[in-house]
T-cell receptor, first 113, second 113 residues
Framework: QQQVKQSPQSLIVQKGGIPIINCAYENTAFDYFPWYQQFPGKGPALLIAIRPDVSEKKEGRFTISFNKSAKQFSLHIMDSQPGDSATYFCAARRQTGANNLFFGTGTRLTVIP | DAGVIQSPRHEVTEMGQEVTLRCKPISGHNSLFWYRQTMMRGLELLIYFNNNVPIDDSGMPEDRFSAKMPNASFSTLKIQPSEPRDSAVYFC???????????FGSGTQLSVL
């Protein structure tokens, strides 16, 4: 059973556009929600993360929006660039106990010049 | 720091052969994870260790898969006998206290012919 559901599977935008990737979860014990970025031939790398006590977090051109009541969170990429073309994974981790992350299935983003 | 180091980067083997993947976590990290990535299933957690002890191996597909962590700086994932459906990218990742961010290695691309 997929603990974190991610959409869309793939996304193509023009340079300068604002791609949005969405994730949803069911387990209310999750308290840490990171996004990972993966380039071809590389391992995923942490991009940005949020905890449920805030509704938004920005780091440069990347923004996470978090809706605790809806159990949804999303990644927005402002002024997208061809160099942002990669696969993006959302994830979630429980507040206590196990230290492992549950990943979404990934979104392959292509930014066209 | 050199990051999480995996070897080999690529492995091509024939069905029925034994395959051993290796991982060196980041020094000081006390949790180590093995993930498998495929197009169909995304990133799947196979097993994770905390302080060298296996905590959750429920993601290991079947008895052909085994993992060990003899000390804090080394882990192996073994597949015996290998099958074509095991073809995937296998990632090792580590994290340290207090429940810090997850760092991935560059992965091992396994092809079983």
């Amino acid at each position: 059973q997929q603990q974190v559901k991610q959409s869309p599977q793939s996304l193509i935008v023009q340079k300068g556009g604002i791609p949005i990737i969405n994730c949803a979860y069911e387990n209310t014990a999750f308290d840490y929600f990171p996004w990972y970025q993966q380039f071809p031939g590389k391992g995923p790398a942490l991009l940005i993360a949020i905890r449920p006590d805030v509704s938004e977090k920005k780091e440069g051109r990347f923004t996470i929006s978090f809706n605790k009541s809806a159990k949804q969170f999303s990644l927005h990429i402002m002024d997208s660039q061809p160099g942002d073309s990669a696969t993006y994974f959302c994830a979630a981790r429980r507040q206590t106990g196990a230290n492992n992350l549950f990943f979404g299935t990934g979104t392959r983003l292509t930014v066209i010049p | 720091d050199a990051g999480v180091i995996q070897s080999p980067r690529h492995e091509v083997t024939e069905m029925g052969q034994e395959v051993t993947l290796r991982c060196k976590p980041i020094s000081g990290h006390n949790s180590l994870f093995w993930y498998r990535q495929t197009m169909m299933r995304g990133l799947e957690l196979l097993i994770y260790f905390n302080n060298n002890v296996p905590i959750d191996d429920s993601g290991m597909p079947e008895d052909r898969f085994s993992a060990k962590m003899p000390n804090a700086s080394f882990s192996t994932l073994k597949i015996q006998p290998s099958e074509p459906r095991d073809s995937a990218v296998y990632f090792c990742a580590s994290t340290g206290p207090p429940r810090g961010k997850l760092f991935f290695g560059s992965g091992t691309q396994l092809s079983v012919l």
